[in-house]
């Protein structure tokens, strides 16, 4: 170690050769990783959906679900399985467990289905497949006045292929309208007058409306290969179908005994931003894709939409990128004020030029562990970012301790190479084993399990990495550039006298130092060693005070007066409304209820909008979802930037939850402002065979809970 230090102290060139090289590595490291919201994980999930159309939950049940839950029993690899039946269809949510092959235990699952020995004859094919790890990286609405559905739809799909032409982004969305269709209604009357059946046209649309392959007609010179492409997508292109024909010539199409027309499913499935129809387009991204650059190309082509067109609109409605910006500029501002600080109070108690070196290994230490960050698949995320602002203030704890010591060396006489040397290892023991304790407590996310594991294990690769690297910083560049600094050079009054320039300034600051070396001095003595002169001649009542302080800490937290939560629940700009009604109610019934709680919000609006600051609207705007399913809908609340607002989300919700009140004969009605990373704090599931049961325990259950 001595070798090592002394060498790169004595040759400078090598040492900024090593900062070079940190710097154009750390560059390219930095510019390589990808931006995300959280960490990227690899899928632990697979999804068997099911449909099974017109079919009630109770017959998916009892004829789906169970047997494949059965079939699933016993398989090695699997954590938990969880299934959901609902109208016309149902899902089944297989994870797996940590460490394992997916694509083994998929094959397995496949197996087991396979077993199974009969399904339902109209169920639709299962679809098994693993659950891809995407995530939401924006989202917008487009919507204009008395526009209609069909139009919106035929717009946004313009939208979505100019979206796909774009590099980087592969995971687009559509939703906000039922499934298209094409209807025929056959005319009793003229069915009769023809002497037709429903049958004959039923077949004779089967018959003509195909695409199939006729073989391969080969020949000497080359082979033809022989199709039929028949089929058609659009209603006026069945018209001119031909039901029957006889030999003389007469023909009858299908235009002549029935009506067809394109429409949409009766399914409902609609979306209405501020109150008009609109289509929802969301944007997702997988691991191999970057937010930061998928938001920046969405954000362009809505402006440049909004600009060509008045009357249709793109609204964005959500932007993953926008709190991703705000913590980076977070860590800058840290990063730069922690900078600002080290130079400012090191100025003060020792020298000026010694601060500037010692804040210089905060971003040669970053630049660093950008070099290696990628190898472990570290991107520029929210956890990786905040790993990066926690271990700010350790990074300079460290160097203050060497550059203080190494200038306490040079004070007693010793050239500025040997008090370099001796400064350095002397705290070489004490510096190791504190960097050494904070990376074996960070070490221990690596052993978390679980989703949130794998997430913090991020926060404890950038702290480690970047603790590493600034041992290389501390022991080795830093000691170096103190001994070749002027801070470290005898001058005579007469010398300092002379200086010009900035070499003036600094003499100027050594006042400051005197002043500092002062303040230091009168504290130490007239606080610090009394006060432990006495902590240590009473040391029985020193110990006595920091148990009772321990006790009562413990105590707070058992008495319930210091809360306790594993994550803090995270107030947002959005209050999300959910409404569940009882299966076979009317859609109607269902949108009348939400479009209720919207006309409410906008009431509650109006008074915080008279409160807020600058008479800012407090609601920027809604989104209303009716479906999918007769008995669901939603209400998004898009709110005023929290920075802007005067107002908290929780309190805006209760508001909004007091203004609606009681609401008689639905399922659910909730109200939720925030969320709690990691899931919520307490899960409970009921099992059981009668659904009854379950009903009256779940109702149990709530009362007991809330009394």
Request: aromatic letters at 8%; glycine letters at 6%; proline letters at 3%.
């Amino acid at each position: 170690m001595r070798k090592l230090l002394e060498y790169f102290i004595r040759y400078e060139v090598a040492v900024n050769i090593v900062i070079f090289a940190f710097v154009i590595f750390g560059i390219f490291g930095f510019l390589s990783l990808k931006s995300s919201f959280f960490p990227l994980v690899d899928s632990e999930i697979i999804n068997i959906n099911i449909s099974y159309p017109a079919a009630a939950p109770e017959e998916i049940e009892e004829g789906i679900i169970i047997k494949i839950e059965d079939n699933l029993k016993g398989l090695l690899g699997i954590d938990r399985v969880t299934s959901t039946a609902r109208e016309s269809g149902g899902s089944i949510t297989i994870e797996i467990e940590r460490g394992e092959d997916i694509y083994v235990i998929l094959a397995e699952v496949k197996n087991a289905v396979d077993r199974v020995p009969n399904f339902p004859s109209q169920m639709e094919p299962l679809v098994i497949a693993i659950q891809e790890e995407i995530r939401q990286t924006i989202s917008f609405a487009v919507s204009g006045e008395n526009i209609p559905l069909a139009t919106l739809k035929q717009i946004t799909r313009e939208i979505e292929n100019d979206i796909r032409a774009m590099q980087g982004i592969s995971q687009i969305e559509v939703t906000g309208y039922p499934e298209e269709e094409i209807e025929i209604a056959v005319r009793e009357n003229d069915l009769l007058a023809f002497n037709l059946t429903f049958n004959e046209v039923a077949e004779a649309l089967a018959a003509a409306n195909i695409f199939t392959t006729g073989g391969t007609i080969k020949t000497p010179t080359e082979d033809y290969l022989i199709r039929a492409n028949n089929r058609s997508y659009y209603a006026d292109e069945l018209n001119n179908i031909v039901v029957r024909a006889d030999p003389s010539g007469n023909t009858i199409r299908l235009k002549d005994i029935a009506t067809v027309r394109d429409q949409f499913s009766e399914t409902p499935n609609a979306s209405y931003f501020n109150g008009n129809l609109s289509v929802n387009v969301n944007i997702n991204n997988t691991n191999n894709e970057d937010l930061i650059s998928t938001a920046e190309q969405i954000n362009a082509y809505v402006d440049e939409f909004n600009l060509k067109n008045n009357n249709l609109q793109l609204d964005i409605v959500n932007d993953s990128s926008i709190s991703l910006n705000q913590r980076t500029k977070i860590l800058l501002e840290n990063g730069m004020m922690g900078i600002l600080l080290v130079l400012l109070f090191l100025s003060f108690f020792l020298n000026t030029r010694v601060a500037f070196w010692v804040a210089f290994g905060l971003p040669i230490s970053f630049l660093g562990m950008f070099i290696f960050a990628g190898f472990f698949g570290v991107t520029i995320n929210v956890l990786s970012l905040f790993g990066m602002i926690i271990v700010i203030g350790i990074l300079v704890d460290d160097a203050i301790v060497i550059s203080e010591n190494i200038y306490q060396h040079y004070e007693k006489g010793k050239s500025p190479i040997r008090a370099a040397i001796d400064g350095t290892l002397e705290v070489v023991p004490p510096i190791i084993a504190a960097i050494i304790t904070t990376i074996l407590a960070f070490l221990t996310f690596q052993f978390l399990d679980s989703r949130i594991g794998k997430f913090y294990a991020e926060v404890s690769i950038v702290v480690i990495l970047t603790l590493l690297i600034s041992l290389i910083e501390a022991f080795i560049i830093l000691p170096a550039h103190i001994a070749h600094s002027k801070a470290l050079i005898r001058e005579t009054d007469e010398e300092r006298a002379k200086k010009k320039g900035i070499d003036k300034v600094f003499v100027k600051l050594r006042v400051i130092n005197r002043t500092g070396d002062k303040v230091m001095v009168y504290l130490r003595d007239k606080f610090y060693s009394p006060l432990l002169s006495f902590v240590l001649k009473h040391n029985f009542l020193s110990f006595a005070i920091i148990t009772s302080v321990l006790i009562l800490t413990i105590a707070s937290i058992m008495g319930g007066i210091v809360k306790v939560s594993f994550f803090p629940s995270i107030a947002s700009d959005r209050v999300s409304i959910n409404l569940l009604m009882a299966e076979g109610v009317n859609p109607q019934t269902t949108d009348s209820i939400i479009s209720l709680v919207e006309k409410r919000t906008w009431e509650v609006n109006e008074d915080f909008t008279a409160r807020q600051s600058g008479n800012l609207q407090v609601v920027e705007n809604t989104i209303k979802r009716v479906g999918p399913g007769n008995n669901k809908a939603s209400l998004t609340v898009n709110l005023l930037p929290g920075e802007e607002r005067d107002f908290s989300s929780p309190e805006i919700t209760a508001a909004i939850r007091e203004a609606v009140g009681d609401v008689y004969g639905v399922e659910q009605l909730t109200f939720g402002s925030g969320g709690n990373f990691g899931g919520s704090p307490v899960s409970i599931s009921l099992l059981g065979n009668n659904k009854e049961e379950l009903k009256a325990a779940k109702d149990e259950l709530k009362a007991t809970m809330l009394n």
